[in-house]
Nanobody, 111 residues
């Protein structure tokens, strides 16, 4: 069965960095676009970043220049490197692929 397991969330101070990981299993990972979404309390889930099977990327406007999505098809893993974090980046971050969602990982940016 398809599984997406996120890790790497936590509490970080403004201006800090975190790297999220999503380990995928149960499907041909290399063939699919993988994405990261986030949902803050009281807000709709929004696209953060996506990466195609060929490595093309796109980002939400609010994270461009600060976040980087990458993947390793040999490891069935997609990462989200988050730099220059802001309090407004606080949210639950979800990995998405093959119409499936991971369980989410909490990111809190606060001093």
């Amino acid at each position: 069965q398809v599984q997406l397991v996120e890790s790497g969330g936590g509490l970080v101070q403004p201006g800090g960095s975190l790297r999220l990981s999503c380990a995928a299993s149960g499907f041909t990972f290399s063939s699919y676009t993988m994405s990261w979404y986030r949902q803050a309390p009281g807000k709709q889930r929004e696209l953060v970043a996506a990466i195609t099977s060929g490595g093309n990327t796109n980002y939400g406007d609010s994270v461009k220049g600060r976040f980087t999505i990458s993947r390793d098809n040999a490891k069935n893993t997609v990462w989200l490197q988050m730099n220059s974090l802001k309090p407004e980046d606080t949210a639950v971050y979800y990995c998405y692929g093959l119409s499936r969602w991971g369980q989410g990982t909490q990111v809190t940016v606060s001093s």
